[in-house]
Nanobody, 113 residues
Framework: EVQLQASGGGLVQEGGSLKLSCTAF????????IGWFRQAPGKEREGVSC?????NYADSVKGRFTFSRDNAKDTVSLQMNSLKPEDTAVYYC?????????WGQGTLVTVSS
């Protein structure tokens, strides 16, 4: 069964840090582009970061978030530093190759001011 399991969300104060992880099951992880997306209450889902041949970040998180990938463990991580209240959202990991696309279940990040 194909799955992406995300974890690591929680409640943190402004300026704090969290590390999200996403582990893949049931497919050849290294063949896929992996992304983190987030959806804040009342807003559309937006891309945060993507890693494939290189790593890209949304302007809003550049310099604060770091995306890493371990193909041997079928896992990616998103280190989030200097968190802001506007980073509050449900964070989703995504794996995509061509038309194949898989989503994790989401993990909630809440940043208090």
């Amino acid at each position: 069964e194909v799955q992406l399991q995300a974890s690591g969300g929680g409640l943190v104060q402004e300026g704090g840090s969290l590390k999200l992880s996403c582990t893949a099951f049931g497919f050849t992880f290294e063949d896929y582009a992996i992304g983190w997306f987030r959806q804040a209450p009342g807003k559309e889902r937006e891309g945060v970061s993507c890693i494939h041949s290189g790593t890209n970040y949304a302007d809003s998180v550049k310099g604060r978030f770091t995306f890493s990938r371990d193909n041997a463990k079928d896992t990616v991580s998103l280190q989030m530093n200097s968190l802001k209240p506007e980073d509050t959202a449900v964070y989703y990991c995504n794996a995509q190759r061509g038309r194949l696309k898989y989503w994790g279940q989401g993990t909630l990040v809440t940043v208090s001011s």
